[in-house]
């Protein structure tokens, strides 16, 4: 288990296990991210 800071969302701290991406990990633990890859639009994170 790791755990990450998000710098900008008010320094709060998340556990991810890193058996799935990240962004996926995050999803799952209610960050609101903008992100495109899921449905072909990229470069938006």
Same mark, same amino acid.
């Given at each position: 288990?790791?755990? !990450?800071? /998000?710098?900008n969302?008010?320094?709060?701290?998340?556990k991810?296990?890193?058996?799935a991406?990240? /962004?996926?990990?995050? !999803?799952?633990?209610?960050?609101? /991210?903008?992100?495109?890859?899921?449905?072909?639009?990229? !470069?938006?994170?």
């Amino acid at each position: 288990m790791k755990t !990450i800071t /998000l710098s900008n969302r008010d320094q709060k701290t998340y556990k991810v296990s890193g058996r799935a991406s990240l /962004l996926t990990e995050l !999803i799952e633990q209610g960050v609101d /991210l903008p992100y495109g890859c899921k449905y072909g639009g990229c !470069i938006t994170c």
